[in-house]
């Protein structure tokens, strides 16, 4: 059974960092397309940022505007999301997924609906 578990959020100043780790568990991840998403009340969930396991290739919400990196760490299943040059627009619960669908093994996905596990949600608050 695969679990994702997210950590590393909390409550930071605008212009703070923070760094959010997603340990997969429960089989072998390496074919896998890992992706952040997030949702801030009100708002429908939206893709910040994705991975591919098997060769690190990755991409960016045009929001991100180079703030954010997105790294995994193969020997250990798990993706990280930096987020530097924090914003109050970027508090939202944040969320990790997982796809192994055949666009994952070729592309970083950017559509919520494409992968087929998630993470129960870490919250990211940044203040004025």
């Known amino acids: 059974q695969v679990q994702l578990v997210e950590s590393g959020g909390g409550l930071v100043q605008a212009g703070g960092s923070l760094r959010l780790s997603c340990a997969a568990s429960?089989?072998?991840?390496?074919?896998?397309?890992m992706g952040w998403f997030r949702q801030a009340p009100g708002k429908e969930r939206e893709f910040v940022a994705g991975?591919?396991?098997?060769?690190?290739?990755?991409d960016y919400a045009a929001f991100v505007e180079g703030r954010f990196t997105i790294s995994r760490d193969n020997t250990k299943n798990t993706v990280h999301l930096r987020m530097n040059s924090l914003k109050p627009e970027d508090t939202a619960v944040y969320y990790c997924?997982?796809?192994?669908?055949?666009?994952?093994?070729?592309?970083?996905?950017?559509?919520?609906?494409?992968?087929?596990?998630w993470g129960q949600g870490t919250q990211v608050t940044v203040s004025s």
């Open positions: 997924a997982a796809g192994d669908t055949y666009l994952h093994r070729i592309t970083v996905v950017t559509i919520a609906s494409q992968y087929d596990y």
């Open positions: 429960g089989r072998s991840f390496s074919n896998y397309g």
């Open positions: 991975i591919k396991f098997s060769d690190g290739l990755s």
